[in-house]
């Protein structure tokens, strides 16, 4: 009993990483209708950016807090440069616009920081939370931030002029035009609040992986995961889709005979794909219907 609690506290605390990651993922979504394949990538270089502004001798919260402006701008001007273009083009650009995305941002950080493997700092320590051997306090603190994450969110979009245009531009963009909302500025603000949520969730994961440029490749595809569980359309969902993804994931390396670290990967795209077989909407997301 003791080691499957330790598995489901262990997965609740990764889940909450690829909760943040599949935010991130939903953000997009919502916004464009197509999956940002170079989430990951944004995230890592993000946390570089707040790794060198340490290095540079800024204290963590003030480097995160800047990292997270820095985050907010980058993800808005790559909508306005490269997807706002490309906003009536067919699928497969948009898609090869994001694989190409992928590149330059991996190569640029390989190129800026080097490949070799780097130690990240935690602020809140990686002694047992509370006494108890079952989690860190590195672990309880990225739940923590996860869930008031999810909370600052829901109020966002809930009682925000922005949050609420945002959420129409997203739903019914025609309508939104004609009240007065820029709904293509409403797609920027997403891009920027998914490249900033996609940073949390690389901070919060680098002193766990180390940091280099490939370290969010697995995350990225548990946040696809996640989010795909959970519901494109909704952020709840997408939070929920992360723990139960990181949970599902600990209890098969711990409980499944031949699945280890290697076959956990496979698992999650397994997960993507049952579920879109079973209900394509996901948990919470809502179904899409199409007048005809």
Not at 88 to 114: C, E, H, R
Not at 262 to 270: F, M, V
Request: glycine share 10%.
């Amino acid at each position: 009993m003791e080691l499957f609690t330790n598995q489901v506290l262990a997965g609740i605390a990764t889940g909450a990483i690829y909760a943040c990651m599949a935010l991130a993922v939903v953000m997009i979504y919502q916004a464009i209708d197509h999956l940002n394949f170079a989430q990951g990538e944004m995230a890592m270089f993000s946390t570089f950016i707040s790794w060198q502004l340490m290095q540079w001798g800024i204290a963590y919260w003030w480097a995160f807090l800047l990292t997270l402006v820095i985050s907010f701008v980058g993800g808005i001007v790559i909508e306005r440069l490269l997807f706002k273009p490309l906003a009536k083009a067919p699928v497969l650009t948009n898609v090869a616009g994001f694989i190409a995305l992928f590149a330059v941002v991996n190569s640029v950080a390989g190129l800026i920081w080097d490949f070799t493997i780097k130690q990240y700092p935690t602020p809140f320590g990686s002694s047992p939370f509370l006494g108890s051997q079952l989690i860190s306090t590195h672990q309880a603190g990225m739940i923590g931030v996860t869930l008031l994450l999810l909370v600052a969110l829901y109020v966002f979009f809930q009682f925000t002029r922005i949050g609420l245009a945002m959420r129409a531009a997203a739903s019914l963009p025609e309508s939104a035009r004609l009240v007065g909302i820029n709904t293509s500025w409403m797609i920027a603000l997403g891009w920027g609040m998914a490249s900033a949520i996609g940073a949390i969730a690389g901070i919060l994961i680098a002193p766990v992986v180390f940091l280099e440029p490939n370290m969010m490749g697995g995350v990225l595809i548990y946040g696809f995961a996640a989010a795909v569980l959970g519901g494109l359309t909704s952020p709840l969902g997408a939070v929920l889709g992360g723990f139960l993804v990181g949970i599902f994931e600990n209890l098969a390396g711990t409980y499944i005979p031949g699945v280890g670290n290697e076959l956990k990967l496979p698992i999650a795209l397994a997960l993507i794909i049952t579920v879109l077989v079973v209900k394509p909407a996901g948990l919470l997301g809502r179904p899409i219907v199409k007048r005809v």
